[in-house]
């Protein structure tokens, strides 16, 4: 064990399984394919999070080979997957959970329609309530940045600093999605993709028409309103 306090060792022992298991939806609802693709999570009560590894495929990830990192991206030694390299945009992550405390979860993926928005450098308007309820707004896209570094992650956080959303496009190169936990980042990853294919089909008949801002508003806080009341 890594020697954090057993509060601590018990959050990233249920984190690690999280983050393993939710892996599954994004090759559930078509959002990555081969190896490409990542989520991770904050740990709560300490500066750290859990990431997939690099080069592994999703019917092998487990609990014990998520990577856990320290909020500088820097791999905890001694620790299960210590041995294994994080994800390519564990810097991004890292920059990301520095950067904006409030987020506890952020995937990345390569799904289709979002990745074609991001290729154009396009936002995808807020032409379906869905998106109004999700997004706020339309989903704008960030620069051009490269991986392997902690340039997505300032792109990340300059983009949506200025914005509702829990989606980002980067430029180039797909979506980026946070919240307050992985699991509400899955849930807006699942969406972005839908709002994408959406906005995309509608341009086919022709240009789609853009909900009114009050609208948007309205129908954004009341999904806000709704989720306060779920159990």
């Known amino acids: ?23 599954a939806e994004l090759t559930r609802y078509g959002l990555v394919v081969w ?10 009560g300490a500066e750290l999070f859990v990431i997939k590894p690099s080069g592994l495929g999703y019917d092998e990830l487990a609990p014990e080979n998520m990577v856990l990192c320290d909020l500088d991206g820097v791999v905890v030694q001694g620790t299960p997957g210590a041995g294994r390299i994080p994800s390519s945009d564990t ?8 950067n904006l405390p409030e987020v506890g979860g952020i995937v990345h993926t390569h799904s289709p329609y979002a990745v074609a928005w991001a290729a154009r450098g396009e936002s995808i308007p807020c032409v379906t309530t869905a998106i109004a309820a ?6 704008p896209v960030g620069p051009f940045a490269v991986v392997g570094d902690d340039s ?31 699991r509400s980042a899955v849930r807006s990853a699942v969406l972005v993709e839908d709002a994408a294919r ?8 022709g240009e789609p028409r853009l909900i009114p801002g009050a609208a948007v508003d309205a129908r954004y806080e009341r999904d806000r309103r709704d989720r306060a009341l779920r159990p």
């Open 152 to 182: 997505i992650g300032r792109g990340i956080v300059d983009t949506l600093t200025a914005h509702r959303s829990p989606a980002v496009l980067m430029q180039n190169h797909g979506p980026f999605t946070i919240g307050p936990d992985a």
């Open 198 to 205: 959406a906005a995309h089909l509608a341009r086919q008949l």
């Open 91 to 98: 810097a991004a992550h890292a920059y990301v959970y520095r």
């Open 35 to 44: 190896t490409g693709g990542n989520i991770s999570g904050r740990v709560d």
């Open 134 to 139: 999700e997004f706020g707004g339309e989903v």
């Open 1 to 23: 064990m890594s020697g954090f306090g057993p509060e601590v060792e018990v959050g990233i022992a249920r984190l690690r399984a999280e983050i393993a298991t939710l892996h």
